[in-house]
């Protein structure tokens, strides 16, 4: 697979990209998902500031806002990946794969999940039930975007960097059929 780029740009940031038989338009530029970063880091920061937070980022789509906020976190933490996914193409299977687990042991600790993006919520339901067995002092999510319009479920989400719209998007992160994640800013599907 090949990232086709249009060359369309405006102060040095491309308007569109095209990824594979799509094609994005620019949605939420970097400096924005950095302001929204630096607010979660400074709650986050101020909640467990006499505690040992373990954070677990949830891969692939949080790898880009696991590293940014882990460098605006100024307490003592611990990080650890997890890999689910319910996703193909641009719209959900609605089943949850657990493709790579984990091996801490989060009994009596403090957890604070990082996700790229919330929508239905299926995903990060499925990981709560499967956490909670596990009996940890809490869970806290973290969660960069949240669709609020597509979100199904019950459970609170305790940081929100940005609310968006029921779009599907690309960049920083987040995918389509493994293109786009690199992309420092993030994109919306035009066609």
Same mark, same amino acid.
């Given at each position: 697979?090949? $990232? ?5 740009f405006s102060k040095n940031k491309m308007t569109?990209?095209? $990824? ?14 950095? =302001? ?12 467990? #500031? ?20 882990? #460098? #605006? ?21 609605? =089943?949850? #794969? =657990? ?22 919520? $299926? ?20 969660? $960069? ?18 609310h968006i719209p029921n779009d599907f998007i ?22």
């Amino acid at each position: 697979m090949t $990232l086709i780029c249009n060359l369309a740009f405006s102060k040095n940031k491309m308007t569109t990209v095209k $990824l594979n038989d799509k094609t994005f338009s620019l949605f939420v530029s970097n400096n924005t998902i950095q =302001q929204a970063i630096t607010d979660v880091a400074s709650r986050i920061n101020n909640d467990y #500031k006499e505690k040992l937070p373990l954070f677990m980022a949830i891969l692939n789509g949080s790898f880009m806002f696991a590293a940014d906020l882990l #460098k #605006k976190i100024n307490i003592n933490c611990e990080i650890t990946f997890v890999k689910l996914s319910s996703y193909s193409g641009t719209s959900s299977t609605q =089943q949850v #794969k =657990q493709l790579i687990g984990f091996n801490e042991d989060i009994k009596g600790r403090e957890v604070v999940i990082l996700e790229d993006i919330i929508d239905s919520g $299926l995903t990060m339901e499925h990981l709560l039930e499967k956490l909670e067995t596990f009996q940890p002092a809490g869970i806290r999510i973290a969660s $960069l975007l949240l669709k609020p319009d597509a979100f199904i479920k019950n459970f609170p989400i305790d940081y929100v960097g940005l609310h968006i719209p029921n779009d599907f998007i690309v960049g920083f992160g987040l995918d389509y059929n493994g293109l786009g994640r690199n992309l420092p800013d993030i994109y919306k599907i035009v066609i």
